[in-house]
T-cell receptor, first 112, second 113 residues
Framework: DVKVTQSSRYLVKRTGEKVFLECVQD?????MFWYRQDPGLGLRLIYF???????EKGDIPEGYSVSREKKERFSLILESASTNQTSMYLC???????????FGSGTQLSVL | QKEVEQDPGPLSVPEGAIVSLNCTYS??????FMWYRQYSRKGPELLMY????GNKEDGRFTAQVDKSSKYISLFIRDSQPSDSATYLC?????????????FGQGTTLQVKP
């Protein structure tokens, strides 16, 4: 069964902390994505990567960075967490040229 | 105006009812249309996938795309309590935008036994 695994289901952090969200996929997908999901706003794309060591900004990249050192792993980094980054973070992957996204279970991040 | 509009509900129906979920969009370049189902505290899972206009059926689920009206629908026949979830429409123009989907905000559905 295909799988996208996010390392944490729930995280609580303090403002100003550096936060790492990890995502691993076992489907040999080239493309990986980070979305955040907020009530009333739906899912919004933060960053994506179409290849190892490659990254591109999505619609809301401010305050975030990413790292993709291996094909199967895509990390989202909050350099200095703020309360407005409290959200559900969803990692997803897809094959090159395919539109069907496969999502992980999400990480609910609370920044206090 | 959002690119994709979806009524958030909540929508409550009795078991066995036919459910109709809808999205409208403004970008005529969209070619790929999807419906995702999301259970509480879980990630979205792909339910239906359609390229361009037309209908697609999979068991109790039917997806319709009307590009002339910029309107997509998901029908659920003989709805079950296990169908209670949030349903997200998503779409993409494709052509180098692989995976960069534009989502509706989701409709919460409750099917009562």
């Amino acid at each position: 069964d295909v799988k996208v695994t996010q390392s944490s289901r729930y995280l609580v952090k303090r403002t100003g902390e550096k936060v790492f969200l990890e995502c691993v996929q076992d489907m040999d997908h080239e493309n990986m994505f980070w979305y955040r999901q907020d009530p009333g706003l739906g899912l919004r794309l933060i960053y994506f990567s179409y290849d190892v060591k490659m990254k591109e900004k999505g619609d809301i990249p401010e305050g975030y960075s990413v790292s993709r050192e291996k094909k199967e792993r895509f990390s989202l980094i909050l350099e200095s967490a703020s309360t407005n980054q409290t959200s559900m973070y969803l990692c997803a992957s897809t094959l090159q040229g395919k539109e069907k996204l496969f999502f992980g279970s999400g990480t609910q991040l609370s920044v206090l | 105006q959002k690119e994709v509009e979806q009524d958030p509900g909540p929508l409550s129906v009795p078991e066995g009812a036919i459910v109709s979920l809808n999205c409208t969009y403004s970008n005529s370049a969209f070619q790929y249309f999807m419906w995702y189902r999301q259970y509480s505290r879980k990630g979205p899972e792909l339910l239906m996938y359609t390229y361009s206009s037309g209908n697609k059926e999979d068991g109790r689920f039917t997806a319709q795309v009307d590009k002339s009206s910029k309107y997509i629908s998901l029908f659920i026949r003989d709805s079950q309590p296990s169908d209670s979830a949030t349903y997200l429409c998503a779409m993409s123009p494709g052509s180098g935008n692989t995976g960069k989907l534009i989502f509706g905000q989701g409709t919460t559905l409750q099917v009562k036994p």
